[in-house]
């Protein structure tokens, strides 16, 4: 059974690339923002990774980070945060917050496959 990646970005072209990437080898779920993610994983979805952009409408994705971080039943669950912000400042607040990895967009999709799958395997 292939392994899930939840993709949490408000844009669905990056959604898009991501999942032409990725779905070879892992099953792909879209959802525009931390609000739809957080339902999501309440109605008892577990992904095996979560790539989140930061800026996004109704809960940003560090915010988004935080909740999966402080809860019990998610907190397990990697995260690799995407960014147009190429900030070394926001980098670390957000691994020390408990991201697995920050890449900055725009992306190199090979990059990030490789980067994926050492995370998840």
């Known amino acids: 059974m292939k392994k899930r990646i939840l993709i949490l970005d408000d844009k669905e072209t990056?959604?898009?690339?991501l999942s032409i990437y990725l779905m070879a080898e892992y099953d792909c779920i879209w959802l525009q923002d931390g609000v739809?993610?957080?339902?999501w994983l309440q109605e008892g979805n577990l992904p095996d990774l979560i790539i989140s952009d930061i800026r996004m409408?109704?809960?940003r994705g560090d915010d988004f980070l935080e909740w999966i971080k402080a809860n019990e039943l998610f907190k397990h669950i990697?995260?690799?945060?995407l960014?147009?912000?190429d900030s070394t400042t926001e980098r670390i607040r957000l691994l020390e917050i408990g991201a697995?990895?920050?890449?900055?967009?725009?992306?190199?999709p090979m990059e990030l496959k490789i980067?994926?799958?050492k995370i998840i395997e």
């Not at 990056?14 to 690339?17: D, E, L, M, S, Y």
């Not at 990697?78 to 945060?81: E, L, N, R």
């Open 14 to 17: 990056i959604a898009k690339v």
């Open 36 to 39: 739809q993610g957080m339902k």
């Open 57 to 59: 409408p109704e809960m």
């Open 78 to 81: 990697p995260v690799i945060m």
């Open 83 to 85: 960014s147009s912000e």
């Open 100 to 108: 697995e990895d920050y890449i900055v967009k725009p992306f190199n």
């Open 115 to 117: 980067r994926v799958k």
